[in-house]
């Protein structure tokens, strides 16, 4: 006899329907995969590795390589064979125009967006890189002029998480690292043939922020670089077949792009165990694959209205009498969602709280966050009410403000009428040990 029969109506209905969502729930991922030869790229379901669409059907894209989501919600799709930087809706797939039109003798393959907001493209035939201006892409000068020590700039130059611009030379056998700032530059940051190291082409920035990944396409590996030092770690990854373009899929898994047969094999990031094949794209129309791009589903696009000036922070203290007194931290550095990384969290104090009660519903809330150990929020106080009653709280009305024992009764939600959307969350225990979550926004300006 089935046990459903006996759940309310409304839990039924739930019930349905959470699991409708789960057989019918859309991936939350799409994979762009870009082909030199066929001058394409082609859009996939990352969970599925099933062909959504092609991005662009009227023959604009010429020799395929990178392809980077911009901060503006579009695609930067790199055209070598036209020398174009062409631009796309990320909403849509829509075109949206072309971005640069460079010269003829550049030819692009990477593209990067740098830490002053300005466009930065790898040119493989005159070994440069360089500077658009983010608003119109007009030229504004070569960040990387020649005779750098990097021969062949490739489609995974990249930004690492330290700021610095990495550049995998194809022909050198290398990666090049600079400071786009001070203009410092390492031409062998990783030496030629380090580790085995042929024909560098995508660069992946692993999370935790102390490795990354290099594809050697002649030498058919994938290896592992200190990112401190860019020392060899290991050779990750062996046996594959021209492998180009690398993603970090959203599962965590390590997506890797092999020529010729064009397939998207997954491996265990950490150990480099292969867990099967995702997709032929020989299949879909690419040939010469170069470069893998993982984007969020446009059809689950999160609602850009709702992300605005929301922050908060969190602490412990201790409640004495009728204080509470709170030391807050403010949590930043990572992700929301399944890509979540709790090693890259940096905590800083931000200052301090009292909750000092008038009675059973009512308290005074203040905070201090000034000087230089603290986020320099500033300082306020006024009045906060409980916004739910509980059984401590019933109990500390009926027993009396001042004849009630222990701390349980602080425990709540509690805000000012005034200040509608900001509020906090108190946990006291018995012994009088306090865990709080202030919800606020930020200040003016931000």
């Known amino acids: 006899m089935s046990s ?5 109506p409304a839990l039924l209905a739930i019930a349905a329907l959470c699991s409708a969502n789960a057989v019918f729930a859309e991936c939350s991922h799409h994979l762009l995969v870009s082909g ?102 007009a030229l504004l000068d070569l960040a990387l002029p020649a005779g750098s020590g990097i021969d062949g700039p490739d489609n995974g130059m990249a930004f690492g998480p330290d700021g610095l611009l990495y550049v995998p030379g194809y022909d050198s056998d290398s990666v090049l690292r600079m400071n786009v700032f001070t203009n410092d530059i390492q031409p062998s940051f990783i030496p030629a043939r380090s580790g085995g190291l042929n024909a560098a082409r995508t660069i992946l920035f692993e999370p935790g922020g102390q490795t990354f990944l290099v594809t050697g396409e002649l030498s058919g590996a994938v290896y592992r670089y200190r990112l401190s030092d860019g020392g060899l770690v290991e050779r990750l990854i062996s046996g594959l077949q021209r492998p180009t373009g690398m993603a970090l899929a959203q599962d965590g898994s390590l997506l890797v792009l092999a020529q010729p047969n064009e397939r998207v094999y997954r491996f265990e990031r950490q150990s480099g165990t292969p867990m099967g094949s995702l997709l032929d794209a020989s299949t879909s129309g690419i040939d010469g694959g170069t470069f893998l791009t993982l984007v969020p589903n446009p059809a689950l696009a999160v609602d850009a209205s709702q992300i605005g000036t929301q922050y908060w922070v969190a602490g412990s203290g201790t409640a004495q009498d009728r204080v509470v007194d709170l030391e807050m931290i403010s949590a930043t550095g990572t992700v929301f969602g399944e890509n979540f990384d709790p090693g890259s969290v940096v905590r800083k104090r931000w200052g301090s709280m009292r909750v000092r009660f008038i009675d059973c519903d009512r308290a005074e809330f203040s905070y201090a966050s000034e000087g230089p150990d603290s986020a320099n929020f500033g300082s306020l106080t006024y009045e906060v009410f409980r916004v739910l009653g509980s059984e401590a709280a019933v109990a500390c009305r009926t027993q009396g403000f001042d004849r009630v024992p222990g701390y349980g009764w602080m425990s709540g939600t509690w805000f000012s009428p005034a200040r509608s959307g900001e509020g906090l969350l108190l946990e006291v225990a018995a012994d009088g040990t306090a865990v709080a979550a202030f919800f606020t926004h930020l200040p003016e300006g931000f």
């Open 4 to 8: 459903s029969r006996f759940l309310p």
């Open 36 to 137: 030199y030869f066929s001058s394409n790229v082609v859009v996939f379901d990352a969970c599925t590795g099933v062909k959504l669409r092609d991005l662009d059907t009227s023959g604009r894209i010429s020799g395929a390589q990178a392809v980077r989501l911009g901060s503006d919600g579009r695609l930067y799709v790199v055209s070598e064979g036209n020398d174009r930087i062409l631009r796309y809706d990320a909403s849509t797939y829509a075109f949206v125009d072309t971005f640069a039109q460079l010269d003829s003798n550049i030819d692009p393959t990477g593209l990067d967006f740098g830490p002053d907001d300005d466009v930065y493209v790898a040119s493989y035939s005159n070994d440069t890189v360089l500077r658009l201006s983010d608003q119109t892409g």
